[in-house]
């Protein structure tokens, strides 16, 4: 690994206006992040994907890849990433700085928590959690009804058991015991404020709008009564600062914030994305899951904020996840085996394109893809008239993605601003049946009784109508994990509306989707040992 200075100096910041920890990790202030946005911008790559298979498609190691290529071939580039939450990394997926030649480091410290980003969130979130009990059990003087308290408790860490909890303040105090629960720390509202916040004072706005009850009249009990804000803002200090690491071959990356993207917005701070855009000629940066939900948030939630410009949206696809989305066939043809995912594929690309952007197809190559396979693949992307590339980044590093380098730079002749497909006007329910339509490809969507009652309360307290975030499950363009391909005709089902009134949207719960996963049969923690030498091993 390269000294941190010296990868830090590529961004144009000098040593001291960066604070170091250790060898390979430098912490950049927000002064100095916000001084560099008046600056030129380079143009802004997103990279999405197909609906994947559980266990995902490659976008991490396609995104480190092709900001490894494009600064091979003469476009310095840098990578944007969310921080690797504990949960997955012990859990199914493994860790989340990439794999093989197309990883980041030091990798296992920025998948064992680096800089301790995510726990100064889960502190922030918890001392709000503490205060609020702490009221209630001093005498209550805001009249908090004990009933409709709705902030959680949060752990970054999938544990089942804690979807469920009670709450019991002091048996000697008259509030009796009340449910609660606990969500994984990247579903937090906290964690979705930490990346969406500007600088401290914006940070400190919105953690004092947080809804965390509501009092015996129906109005809504925020954390700025709690006289939580400001320390909350304290224990986030740092945590605010973007963390500058390195790939597998020394070029910068920005990894911060962590807000999952099937739950909340699902992409690095927008404090490192407008970072990366102002000290390189690309920023390449991941969105969560497929363009319905990571995409689509990103140009509705995070686009709105910072007034972003993209260049170009790549689309990462895997031969396994095209047949995955296929239904067996009698027919061997290659075309025939890979049709379903064809046909998901095609709604992706017709999202970036609603989007105003430019797509660009990259094939994960695993190694054990047929030619005829392949070739079916390069014939579906002619049809569609987009550009495609295989990608070797896991194998060969950004020698292996000079290909998509190369078509990115030739799909991003210019930046385009960013299209939101709603209105902030909008309800909730026109702006759902209008991402089910045009994105997921359905006929509209619905509120159970327990959403219209919930969105009933939001037009109460004056917060029906603006950005909406949608949980679902990203294993399907539906709301039902089990229908693959390109359903259509289908509706999808509001569960319960929550609003986040710092983050300033309303998360919108389609299926059975939940804020607190659970650990697999086997989980990826099973397989971790700590070597002799200090080293980890089975981190993948």
Known sequence: MREIAKVVRELGIHESEFIPYGHHVAKIPVAVARARMSRPQGRLVLVTAMTPTSHGEGKTVTSIGLAEALTRIGHPAVVCLRQPSLGPTFGLKGGAAGSGKSSLEPF??????????????????????ALLDNHIYHGNRLGIDSGRVVWPRTLDMEDRSLRHITTVIDERVKDPPRAGEFVITPASEVMAIHGLSEDYEDLRRRLSRIIVAYDKSGQPVRAEELHAAGAMTALLRHAMEPNIVQTAEGSP?????????????????????????????????????????????FIDIVARLGRLEAAAAVVVVTIRALKHHTPVHESSGATDALSGGFENLAQHIANVRRFGLSPVVA??????????????????????LVPWAVSRAHALGGEGARELAQAVVDASSERIPCRPLYSLDSEPLSALSTLAVDLYGGAGAELSAEAARDLEGLRAIGEGKGVICVAKTPLSLSDDSHRLGRPRGFRVRVRRFARCSGAEFTVAYLGAIVAMPGLPEHPCAEGMELAANGRVTGLS
């Open 108 to 129: 296992e410290d920025i998948n064992l928590g680096l800089t301790g980003d995510i726990d100064a969130v889960a502190s922030a979130h918890n001392l709000l959690s």
């Open 363 to 384: 094939l994960n190559r695993f190694g054990d893809e047929r030619p005829e396979e392949l070739e079916a693949l390069g014939q579906f992307c002619r049809d569609q």
């Open 253 to 297: 990356a920005i990894i911060h914030g962590g807000p999952f993207g099937n739950l909340s917005h699902g992409t690095a701070s927008r404090l490192a994305i407008e970072l990366g855009v102002s000290t390189a000629e690309f920023c390449v940066v991941e969105v969560g899951f497929s363009t319905e939900l990571g995409l689509e948030k």
